[in-house]
């Protein structure tokens, strides 16, 4: 919810639809709305399944992957220079340690590489659909395995499309 005066930052590439309802509502409330440019999210070279990611200067190893984990650090940068905006002491140095620090268990999580053990607790289809696009970014020599646990009501036909070919077996079970 919006409030007067506050601060709303939301996703880079919000779907442009999302983006319209969400600058109508904060000009509705007087509420800045900071939108991360995604053309200022840089990947850099890391090594198979990390992460290092450049956003505004602000450059940091992540240990989760993917475009919307890159997303999600933009976020926390723009929240981070709000408050600073607003007269809060936060060095550039505490942003980057806090990024650095940020973990996300579960999320495309690495647990082995080889062979490649992934553990994702995506539980819709967008959620799949970023998966698959992690998965197609590293450019695998194999296609991996998957055992997947569905909740019957998480529309697990969709989240099965979303994946696609990102897998050489996929195990659902729901």
């Given at each position: 919810v919006?409030?007067?005066g506050?601060?709303?930052?939301?996703?880079?590439?919000?779907p442009?639809?999302v983006?319209?309802?969400l600058?109508v509502a904060?000009?509705?409330?007087?509420c800045?709305l900071?939108?991360p440019?995604?053309e200022?999210i840089t990947?850099l070279?890391?090594?198979?399944?990390?992460s290092?990611?450049d956003y505004?200067?602000y450059t940091?190893?992540?240990?989760?992957?993917?475009r919307?984990a890159?997303?999600?650090?933009a976020i926390?940068?723009?929240?981070?220079?709000?408050?600073?905006?607003?007269?809060?002491e936060?060095?550039?140095?505490?942003?980057l340690?806090g990024?650095?620090a940020t973990?996300?268990?579960a999320?495309?999580?690495?647990?082995?590489?080889?062979?490649?053990v992934?553990?994702?607790?995506?539980?819709?289809?967008?959620?799949?659909?970023a998966l698959?696009?992690?998965l197609?970014?590293?450019?695998l020599?194999?296609?991996?395995a998957a055992?997947?646990?569905v909740?019957?009501?998480k529309?697990a036909?969709?989240?099965?499309?979303a994946?696609?070919d990102?897998?050489s077996?996929?195990y659902?079970?729901?």
């Amino acid at each position: 919810v919006m409030r007067e005066g506050s601060l709303c930052v939301t996703a880079p590439e919000q779907p442009k639809a999302v983006l319209s309802e969400l600058i109508v509502a904060a000009g509705k409330c007087s509420c800045e709305l900071v939108v991360p440019d995604p053309e200022d999210i840089t990947f850099l070279e890391a090594e198979k399944f990390t992460s290092k990611v450049d956003y505004g200067g602000y450059t940091v190893p992540l240990a989760f992957l993917g475009r919307h984990a890159a997303g999600n650090a933009a976020i926390a940068v723009e929240m981070a220079l709000a408050l600073w905006r607003k007269g809060f002491e936060i060095p550039d140095e505490a942003i980057l340690e806090g990024l650095e620090a940020t973990r996300f268990p579960a999320r495309i999580e690495v647990l082995r590489s080889q062979p490649l053990v992934l553990l994702d607790g995506s539980h819709n289809p967008a959620g799949a659909a970023a998966l698959a696009a992690t998965l197609g970014a590293q450019k695998l020599p194999q296609k991996p395995a998957a055992v997947l646990g569905v909740l019957a009501d998480k529309a697990a036909a969709e989240m099965l499309r979303a994946l696609g070919d990102s897998f050489s077996t996929i195990y659902a079970v729901t």
